[in-house]
């Protein structure tokens, strides 16, 4: 009779510690998941690299160049950009138009920070085709600039065309954006500009 006492407390004993372990465990894993779902919804929102972006935020008058052969002239025209965060600050919508006439263009770019890649990103949709194009990249603080890359498959001319996108911070006023070409056939440069621009802040509008 005492030995099946024995038995049976210490059958409850065991039975005890495994229910507080289990426990233990349980409140471990909760922590565990709260702790993964606090970082996954810190990522979702705005970080310190989107207070860079803000930066261009406002009203801009804007010179663009384009060239159409590495080493020719330039063609100039001017126009105004307006650019605004949105999405709750996640994003820097830049919308620009430049020319008149046969010289009118016009551009819709989104500008963002993927917290999960730690990659800067340009999407860029304008009136120079009905394609868009992604380039990614980071931001260097010495050089005060976006420096994004990409690549875009033309399959009409079987071609794959390499980019290289500048976009540098000059002081709160100005900016300068080049978009260059990179080993496009025929072209003896490493790098070709294709556009260029140039942007001032319009006096008396906040960012």
């Given at each position: 009779m005492k030995r099946k006492m024995q038995s049976?407390?210490?059958?409850?004993?065991?039975?005890?510690?495994?229910?507080?372990?289990?426990?233990?465990c349980a409140a471990s894993l909760r922590a565990q998941d709260d702790d993964v779902m606090?970082?996954?919804?810190?990522?979702?929102?705005?970080?310190?690299e989107h207070a860079i972006i803000e930066?261009?935020?406002?009203?801009?008058?804007?010179?663009?160049?384009?060239?159409?052969?590495?080493?020719?002239?330039?063609?100039l025209t001017t126009g105004t950009a307006e650019h605004a965060m949105v999405l709750e600050g996640r994003f820097l919508d830049m919308r620009l138009a430049c020319g008149e006439g046969e010289l009118f263009s016009a551009s819709n770019m989104m500008l963002g920070f993927d917290r999960r890649t730690e990659q800067y990103h340009l999407l860029v949709f304008?009136?120079?085709?009905?394609?868009y194009l992604v380039v990614k990249g980071h931001f260097s603080t010495d050089q005060s600039s976006f420096i994004f890359t990409g690549s875009d498959f033309d399959p009409k001319q079987d071609l794959i065309v390499k980019y290289v996108v500048r976009l540098r911070l000059i002081g709160e006023n100005n900016a300068v954006l080049q978009m260059a070409v990179e080993d496009f056939p025929h072209v003896r440069e490493k790098e070709f500009t294709i556009i260029e621009q140039r942007y001032t802040r319009r006096r008396g509008t906040p960012r």
């Open positions: 049976q407390l210490s059958w409850m004993g065991a039975a005890l510690i495994t229910s507080a372990l289990l426990l233990t606090r970082r996954v919804l810190d990522l979702t929102r705005p970080g310190p930066r261009l935020a406002g009203s801009w008058d804007v010179e663009m160049r384009t060239w159409s052969e590495a080493g020719g002239a330039p063609l304008d009136t120079w085709g009905t394609h």
